[in-house]
């Protein structure tokens, strides 16, 4: 395939930035989108050009590092991450535009990394339990219900990799906010900060500069995880119920 990139580059924090055009030749279409990133990073290279920055790590679709946003949508024409989007979803002959994530706590580092460092302090302000930890308790010493389990499992998946904040018309972060709410609140160790964990982490996440939510959902239909909606309705229960009991 033969593909036109579109390249979001921006040197630093306070560069303006703008899009730089690279056509790139014999692309296969079983590459990742992040090896044909690779191709056009070795031939700038071998060019004396600089590559262009993206973030990745695992390549497994479980680090949520490699955040972009591809023609318009983030994480591009599929419901996956980055690194599991394949050249095969495009066509030969495409012009695919590449951008960093955009949103005001998520500042950009260098072409399309940001500063996702925002999710980090969202979870240090109550992303824990305070059961002692020592040796392993027997597994059946605190009976889950299955449901609780599932439920806790499933926000678990959550990978922080800010698409939903990307797709968000208000950048809100409610929909990771929310997903790490329910992973540790849905279960019996979390119960005793239950309420303290969602005042902390809601404020967090108001002071980092994320925007509030207005329902739209277009955090959830990119999710790469599929982190359903109503986790935030789940999350702002938790919340009005923590604010009328006193909790701070
Ligand atoms: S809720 Fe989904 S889109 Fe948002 S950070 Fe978690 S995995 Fe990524
Ligand atoms: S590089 Fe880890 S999720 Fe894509």
Not at 60 to 86: K, R
Request: proline share 6%; aromatic share 4%.
């Amino acid at each position: 395939m033969n593909i036109t990139l579109r390249v979001w580059r921006q040197k630093s924090r306070d560069d303006e930035g703008r899009m730089v055009t690279y056509e790139i030749s014999d692309v296969s279409p079983d590459m990742s989108f992040l090896e044909m990133l690779d191709v056009l990073n070795e031939r700038l290279t071998l060019r004396d050009e600089e590559p262009v920055a993206f973030d990745h790590d695992c390549r497994e679709g479980i680090c949520g590092a490699c955040g972009v946003v591809i023609d318009g949508v983030a994480h591009g024409p599929e419901t996956t991450t980055t690194c599991q989007l394949h050249m095969r979803s495009f066509s030969d002959g495409d012009v695919i535009t590449v951008e960093p994530w955009r949103a005001k706590a998520f500042p950009v580092v260098k072409d399309l990394v940001v500063d996702r460092s925002a999710f980090d302090r969202i979870i240090q302000s109550g992303g824990y339990v305070s059961a002692p930890t020592g040796t392993a308790p027997d597994a059946h010493a605190t009976p889950v219900p299955k449901s609780d389990a599932d439920r806790a499992f499933d926000a678990a998946t959550c990978i922080g990799c800010g698409a939903c904040v990307a797709a968000c018309p208000n950048a809100s972060g409610m929909l990771f906010t929310a997903a790490k709410a329910a992973h540790l609140g849905s279960l019996p160790q979390g119960q005793p900060e239950r309420e303290a964990r969602v005042i902390q982490m809601v404020n967090q996440h108001d002071e980092e500069e994320f925007g509030g939510c207005t329902n739209i959902g277009e955090c959830a239909a990119v999710c790469p995880k599929g982190i359903p909606l109503d986790t935030i309705s789940d999350l702002n229960r938790d919340l009005l119920g923590a604010l009328a009991s006193g909790s701070e």
